[in-house]
């Protein structure tokens, strides 16, 4: 079947689709944009959805944010599947907010929006150097061995040095150093991209500095990434024990709080743990407390990182809020680097149109329902929700997504009993007005059944190298196989 004739079919398809008054658009194919799929379909048996992105493949940060490593997380892929081919859900890859189609375009074609397109962008941390090459933030380095097609020429050097810093603790600063410090012969059974696999199978990095401006009671790491990353067969992991020293404060949180205390005692373990002698090709972890970047060096004459000068910190408590936070104090040391990644926060993009809080970086809302702006006297954008880490901010796991689609997907449904919605004999077009003008505008849009062309083919290449996916890393190759 041509592509033409493909386009005719599902036009005359979705046209019969009709008579179901209400027309919902997701924007944005990951976890948050999936489950407010899955809870509308279930709780409303009127409603079509039509899921749209800008990427031609599905799922978001669960194929291009889980580590390669992490096969289980992705096992969540197979329930958005049965989702994204409910006879009432379609997907439209390759679909761009803002120069696709445009949100009033989209106001205007369904009786619901719900925006769930993440955090796209990097928070700054505005110092002298972060220009230098050399310099990537965690979502870029990530993007890169994950194969999106955004990253696929990053090509970070990691031949030129054996020290790299990533700055910060979390989760994501874990998968980082994990990936940097694992036997790559472990990473080439995984869907890492090709072109980082054999860049780490080159690489002379040896050594990680794991570096936070806090303490190890305030590591926003879970238990179980900490513990996978302790336990590299062959990795040194290196933890001054003057910096775990605790307070009857810390010592309350604890009793609170058992997952941070059972990260304290993974470090305590790792601080106190006798160390083998070393050895040649010996590979190195060091977390590093109490310490801020204030610049990134580098040589006269050279424009690539060689170095980041920090500021010692101690914690300081804010009176009225008992939350505890790192101030300076006035002393500096230089740490020797010829590779930074800054795992700081992903940070969300506004667009023409969208109310949007600059200082949070997120779409001000309450409950998930739009408001017009941040003031407190703020109206309801009516028709136009939120959800994800544009509700929230880019904070939780996966599974939180879950939480924040069931109070928005609620607050669609209290709007439609109050009549607050566009009613529905309203004749909206819904899917058949987005047909149109993705048409109109020659956007060459995928479908689902693209993506299973891009997944057939991309597990079959992966087979033949004892991989679950080699995946495609290119925009021209994924819409090629996609519509070919």
Same mark, same amino acid.
């Given at each position: 079947? $041509?592509?033409?004739?493909?386009?005719?079919?599902?036009?005359?398809?979705?046209?019969?689709?009709?008579?179901?008054?209400?027309?919902?658009?997701?924007?944005?194919?990951?976890?948050?944009?999936?489950?407010?799929?899955?809870?509308?379909?279930?709780?409303?048996?009127?409603?079509?959805? &039509?899921?749209?992105? *800008?990427?031609?493949?599905?799922?978001?940060?669960?194929?291009?944010?889980?580590?390669?490593?992490?096969?289980? $997380?992705?096992?969540?892929?197979?329930?958005?599947?049965?989702?994204?081919?409910?006879?009432?859900?379609?997907?439209?890859?390759?679909?761009?907010?803002?120069?696709?189609?445009?949100?009033?375009?989209?106001?205007?074609?369904?009786?619901?929006?719900?925006?769930?397109?993440?955090?796209?962008?990097?928070?700054?941390?505005?110092?002298?150097?972060? &220009?230098?090459?050399?310099?990537?933030?965690?979502?870029?380095?990530?993007?890169?061995?994950?194969?999106?097609?955004?990253?696929?020429?990053?090509?970070?050097?990691?031949?030129?040095?054996?020290?790299?810093?990533?700055?910060?603790?979390?989760?994501?600063?874990?998968?980082?150093?994990?990936?940097?410090?694992?036997?790559?012969?472990?990473?080439?059974?995984?869907?890492?991209?090709?072109?980082?696999?054999?860049?780490?199978?080159?690489?002379?990095?040896?050594?990680?500095?794991?570096?936070?401006? *806090?303490?190890?009671?305030?590591?926003?790491?879970?238990?179980?990434?900490? *513990?996978?990353?302790?336990?590299?067969?062959?990795?040194?992991?290196?933890?001054?024990?003057?910096?775990?020293?605790?307070?009857?404060?810390?010592?309350?949180?604890?009793?609170?709080?058992?997952?941070?205390?059972?990260?304290?005692?993974?470090?305590?373990?790792?601080? $106190?743990?006798?160390?083998?002698?070393?050895?040649?090709?010996?590979?190195?972890?060091?977390?590093?407390?109490? *310490?801020?970047?204030?610049?990134?060096?580098?040589? &006269?004459?050279?424009?690539?990182?060689?170095?980041?000068?920090?500021?010692?910190?101690?914690?300081?408590?804010?009176?009225?809020?008992?939350?505890?936070?790192?101030?300076?104090?006035?002393?500096?040391?230089?740490?020797?680097?010829?590779?930074?990644?800054?795992?700081?926060?992903?940070?969300?993009?506004?667009?023409?149109?969208?109310?949007?809080?600059? &200082?949070?970086?997120?779409?001000?809302?309450?409950?998930?329902?739009?408001?017009?702006?941040?003031?407190?006297?703020?109206?309801?954008?009516?028709?136009?929700?939120?959800?994800?880490?544009?509700?929230?901010?880019?904070?939780?796991?996966?599974?939180?997504?879950?939480?924040?689609?069931?109070?928005?997907?609620?607050?669609?449904?209290?709007?439609?009993?109050?009549?607050?919605?566009?009613?529905?004999?309203?004749?909206?077009?819904?899917?058949?007005?987005?047909?149109?003008?993705?048409?109109?505008?020659?956007?060459?849009?995928?479908?689902?059944?693209?993506?299973?062309?891009?997944?057939?083919?991309?597990?079959?290449?992966?087979?033949?190298?004892?991989?679950?996916?080699?995946?495609? $890393?290119?925009?021209?190759?994924?819409?090629?196989?996609?519509?070919?």
């Amino acid at each position: 079947m $041509t592509i033409f004739h493909a386009r005719k079919f599902l036009w005359r398809s979705i046209c019969s689709l009709s008579s179901r008054q209400l027309h919902v658009c997701i924007v944005g194919s990951g976890p948050a944009g999936f489950y407010t799929a899955e809870k509308m379909l279930k709780a409303h048996k009127e409603a079509d959805i &039509d899921i749209i992105d *800008r990427l031609p493949t599905p799922f978001g940060l669960v194929r291009t944010g889980v580590a390669p490593d992490h096969p289980e $997380t992705k096992i969540v892929i197979n329930q958005f599947t049965r989702v994204a081919t409910n006879e009432r859900c379609s997907f439209f890859g390759n679909v761009s907010l803002g120069s696709s189609i445009s949100l009033s375009e989209l106001r205007n074609i369904y009786n619901v929006v719900v925006l769930a397109y993440g955090a796209e962008s990097d928070r700054s941390l505005g110092i002298p150097g972060e &220009d230098l090459l050399g310099i990537h933030s965690a979502r870029e380095f990530v993007w890169w061995y994950n194969g999106h097609p955004d990253c696929n020429k990053l090509a970070p050097d990691l031949r030129s040095t054996d020290t790299a810093v990533v700055l910060g603790q979390g989760n994501v600063a874990l998968d980082i150093a994990r990936i940097l410090l694992r036997p790559t012969e472990q990473l080439a059974a995984t869907d890492i991209a090709e072109h980082a696999l054999v860049s780490l199978q080159e690489s002379s990095i040896r050594k990680v500095y794991l570096v936070g401006r *806090r303490g190890p009671v305030q590591v926003a790491c879970t238990a179980k990434e900490l *513990r996978e990353i302790l336990g590299i067969k062959g990795l040194h992991v290196h933890v001054k024990e003057a910096d775990l020293l605790k307070t009857p404060r810390d010592e309350e949180g604890f009793k609170k709080n058992r997952t941070k205390k059972r990260v304290y005692e993974l470090l305590f373990n790792a601080a $106190t743990s006798p160390r083998s002698h070393p050895c040649p090709g010996q590979r190195d972890l060091h977390f590093v407390f109490f *310490r801020r970047p204030e610049r990134f060096l580098h040589v &006269d004459g050279s424009n690539r990182v060689n170095g980041v000068q920090f500021e010692k910190t101690c914690l300081q408590e804010d009176d009225s809020s008992g939350k505890q936070y790192a101030v300076g104090t006035g002393q500096f040391e230089e740490l020797k680097c010829g590779l930074v990644l800054k795992s700081i926060g992903y940070k969300s993009i506004p667009v023409d149109g969208l109310p949007f809080d600059n &200082d949070k970086g997120v779409v001000p809302n309450t409950r998930g329902r739009v408001l017009s702006d941040t003031s407190d006297q703020a109206a309801i954008e009516k028709g136009l929700y939120v959800v994800g880490w544009l509700k929230r901010g880019p904070t939780g796991i996966i599974a939180t997504n879950l939480y924040c689609a069931e109070e928005t997907v609620t607050s669609i449904s209290e709007d439609l009993k109050k009549g607050i919605l566009a009613s529905t004999s309203d004749t909206k077009p819904g899917r058949s007005g987005l047909l149109e003008a993705l048409n109109r505008r020659n956007i060459r849009y995928v479908t689902f059944s693209g993506w299973e062309k891009i997944d057939l083919k991309e597990k079959n290449e992966g087979n033949q190298q004892k991989k679950p996916r080699e995946k495609i $890393t290119s925009w021209e190759e994924l819409q090629n196989v996609a519509t070919g």
